[in-house]
C-alpha cells in the first residue's frame, strides 16, 4: 500500500542529488574546486562551466545544510506530484537559471560599478522548484495541488525577500555574498515552466453539478442503481388512452 503511495522517484532523485551536492563540498574540502573554478562567473566564458557545476558547490558547511532541506524537500513534492514533467522541470531549470545568472552583470547597487563575482549553490534551483510547485498549482487550479502551493506558501514564502539585494535592507559594511540574482532567476525560471507546463497531467477536475444546465441519465449513479435494484419498478404500466378529437367532434359543434 504504501508503495503505490510515495513514487520511487519521489525518493530516489532527492537522495541522488543531495548525494551530488556533498559529494561535491567533499571535493571541494579537498581542494579540487579552490578559487572561482566551477562557479558562475557572469559575463566570463571561463564562468560558462559554474552552469552545470555551480549547484553542486557550496561556500561551507552552513550553506549547502542550508540548501540541502529544501532541496530534498521541494525535489519530493516535484516527483511525487508532477511526474509527467519533473524531469524536464529539474533539468530545465538547472540549466536556464545558471545561463540567466551568467548573462546577468553584477553590478554594484549603490555604486553602479562592476563587481566579478564567483556563484556557487543550489539555491537557485531551491527557486525554480518552490516558484514552479506554487505557480503551477494556481495555473491549474486543482484541489490537490494548490494544497502543494500553499504548503509551499507556508514553509518557503520567506525565500521571496532573497530575490531582492541585501543591500536594500541592511547596512553591509561590505557587499552581500548572498546571490539575489541567482535567487531572481531561478524565481523567473519557475515561474516560467510552470506556465509552460500549465496544460500537462493533472487539472482542474469539473463536476457534473458545476453544469447546471446539462443532465444525463446515464451519469447518475444513484438512479442507475435504483434501476438495477428495483427492475420491478419499472415494468411497463397500464397508461390512460390517449383522447381522439374525433371522438369530440359533436360535442365541439354544440358549443
Known sequence: MFKNIISKKAILNPVLMLAAMWFGYFLQTLGFFDSCFGAIIPLVPEGLLGIVTSPLLHGNLDHIIGNSIPIAALMFLLYQFYPLVANKVFILGWLATGLLVWMLPPIDIHTGEYMYTCTIGASGVVYVLAFFLFFSGVFKWNMKLLT????????????????????????????????????????????????????????????????????????????????????????????????????????????
Open 148 to 255: 502543494i502551493s500553499l504548503l509551499v506558501v507556508l514553509y518557503y514564502g520567506s525565500l521571496v525577500w532573497g530575490m531582492f539585494p541585501e543591500e536594500l535592507f541592511y547596512n553591509l559594511q561590505e557587499p552581500s555574498k548572498i546571490s539575489w540574482q541567482a535567487h531572481l532567476s531561478g524565481a523567473v525560471v519557475g515561474s516560467i515552466l510552470a506556465f509552460m507546463f500549465k496544460n500537462v497531467g493533472d487539472k482542474k477536475k469539473k463536476y457534473i453539478w458545476e453544469f447546471p444546465n446539462y443532465y444525463s441519465e446515464r451519469d447518475d449513479k444513484l438512479w442507475q442503481e435504483y434501476k438495477e435494484n428495483h427492475p420491478e419498478d419499472f415494468m411497463e404500466l397500464p397508461y390512460k388512452k390517449r383522447d381522439d378529437i374525433w371522438d369530440h367532434l359533436e360535442e365541439l359543434r354544440r358549443k
